[in-house]
């Protein structure tokens, strides 16, 4: 999970996509590496993980990682409030990254809030339409919106998907629970 994050912000991420971000603290960062490690010791260690990350937001409060892994293990241990907290501050500093989008919109499902698991979705689908995300991110967008009980935009959503992916397992399977 943070192994995906610092490969999210090397060379191979898209420019275009990320905004030019202040570097970040070394202290910070090392911080997010120890939490790092920490994760990959296992599941008791996630407690001593997220006092790590909560190090390095302390030293750097703008390093969007670090508020991401804390949301992604609040989220992993069902913890609705402080994933959406976190998830937020992550979003409110990097709004194109289609992981945070996708966290937080499921952070919202869990806390019953299908309308603002719509907004995150569809706030991140304005921005980056063409994201190679972006049809993950619809299917999950029509799930929030059958929620929400909006069927019709939801099947308009899906049908979305359906055009450039007409095999798309996720997509059909969600406009199945559409139709139910």
Not at 6 to 17: M, S, W
Not at 22 to 51: F, Q, S, T
Request: charged share 25%; hydrophobic share 45%.
């Amino acid at each position: 999970m943070i192994a995906l994050l610092v490969v999210g912000c090397g060379p191979g991420a898209k420019r275009a996509e990320i905004p030019k971000l202040p570097p970040a603290k070394p202290e910070a960062v090392e911080a997010l590496k120890d939490a790092a490690r920490l994760v990959r010791l296992g599941p008791g260690n996630l407690e001593r993980a997220l006092e790590r990350l909560k190090d390095a937001v302390e030293i750097d409060p703008q390093l969007w990682e670090a508020w991401y892994d804390a949301g992604w293990i609040e989220l992993s241990r069902h913890h609705t409030d402080e994933a959406v907290a976190a998830l937020e501050k992550a979003q409110s500093i990097l709004p194109t990254y289609a992981p945070t989008a996708a966290a937080l919109g499921q952070a919202y499902a869990q806390a019953n809030r299908p309308a603002d698991a719509v907004k995150v979705l569809r706030a991140f689908l304005d921005k980056q339409p063409n994201a190679k995300e972006a049809n993950q991110v619809r299917v999950q967008l029509a799930n929030a919106q059958r929620r929400a009980n909006k069927l019709d935009e939801a099947t308009e959503t899906l049908r979305t998907v359906l055009r450039s992916e007409p095999r798309s397992a996720p997509a059909l399977s969600a406009l199945g629970m559409v139709y139910e």
